[in-house]
Nanobody, 123 residues
Framework: VQVVESGGGLAQTGESLTLSCGIS????????MAWFRQVPGKGRAFVAA???????YYDDSVKGRFAISRDSNKNTVYLQMRALKPEDTAVYYC??????????????????WGQGTQVTVSS
């Protein structure tokens, strides 16, 4: 299964960006989908997830600003990012898998990963 992200780029503080993520096989409706991000020198950090059952999870740092959504017809998951801050600068990764609930926020719970897309927020 290939996971492909798109939509990264450069934004200024307070602006918005939307990331997209598609998978090459199967329906995203049958997978738990998540976004993680990574800054240089650190591991990947959980951002948001949408489980198969529709439950949504967010890291506290993005709650109220980011929204994860799904378009089943397009087999695509989105991460809508609003009110961006310089600390949101990172490489964003989309992940897919069949994840037990307790590992929803754990990168080790996901089988498939995209190549990452850079998001840079300038002050």
């Amino acid at each position: 299964v290939q996971v492909v992200e798109s939509g990264g780029g450069l934004a200024q503080t307070g602006e918005s960006l939307t990331l997209s993520c598609g998978i090459s096989e199967g329906s995203i409706s049958r997978r738990d989908m998540a976004w993680f991000r990574q800054v240089p020198g650190k591991g990947r950090a959980f951002v948001a997830a949408r489980r198969r059952d529709g439950h949504l999870y967010y890291d506290d740092s993005v709650k109220g600003r980011f929204a994860i959504s799904r378009d089943s017809n397009k087999n695509t998951v989105y991460l809508q990012m609003r009110a961006l801050k310089p600390e949101d600068t990172a490489v964003y990764y989309c992940a897919a898998g069949t994840v037990i609930i307790s590992r929803t926020r754990d990168e080790a719970g996901y089988y498939y990963w995209g190549q990452g897309t850079q998001v840079t927020v300038s002050s």
